[in-house]
Nanobody, 122 residues
Framework: QVQLVESGGGLVQAGDSLRLSCAAS????????MGWFRQAPGKEREFVAA????????DYADSVRGRFTISRDNAKNTVYLQMNSLKPEDTAVYYC???????????????WGQGTQVTVSS
């Protein structure tokens, strides 16, 4: 259906910034929203941010609002997650996902990338 590939993860220090990218390919015409989720060791996967593909409306988890910014480049079929003021608690594997619904619920996202590791040291 839709293939997603994340990139941009790495090891940074607290307070640093990082930008993740998610390149989409395949049958993307039916995609309504793109989202970012993350999963830390021993924790459930959680919603981070989402963007409406066409109009650019955004949604953020409370834990990242004001620090993270989700954006997209329609021409490149790419979604970005700009992460500023990173904290150790942001350490997780970050996944991008595609949905035909506008949602922050994991089960609404049916296409997932492989994930990219973000590690924030103190």
């Amino acid at each position: 259906q839709v293939q997603l590939v994340e990139s941009g993860g790495g090891l940074v220090q607290a307070g640093d910034s990082l930008r993740l990218s998610c390149a989409a390919s395949g049958r993307t015409f039916s995609t309504y929203a793109m989202g970012w989720f993350r999963q830390a060791p021993g924790k459930e996967r959680e919603f981070v941010a989402a963007i409406n593909w066409n109009i650019g409306r955004t949604d953020y988890a409370d834990s990242v609002r004001g620090r993270f910014t989700i954006s997209r480049d329609n021409a490149k079929n790419t979604v970005y997650l700009q992460m500023n003021s990173l904290k150790p608690e942001d350490t997780a594997v970050y996944y991008c996902a595609a949905s035909i619904h506008w949602s922050r619920r994991e089960y609404h996202y049916t296409n997932w990338g492989q994930g990219t590791q973000v590690t924030v040291s103190s």
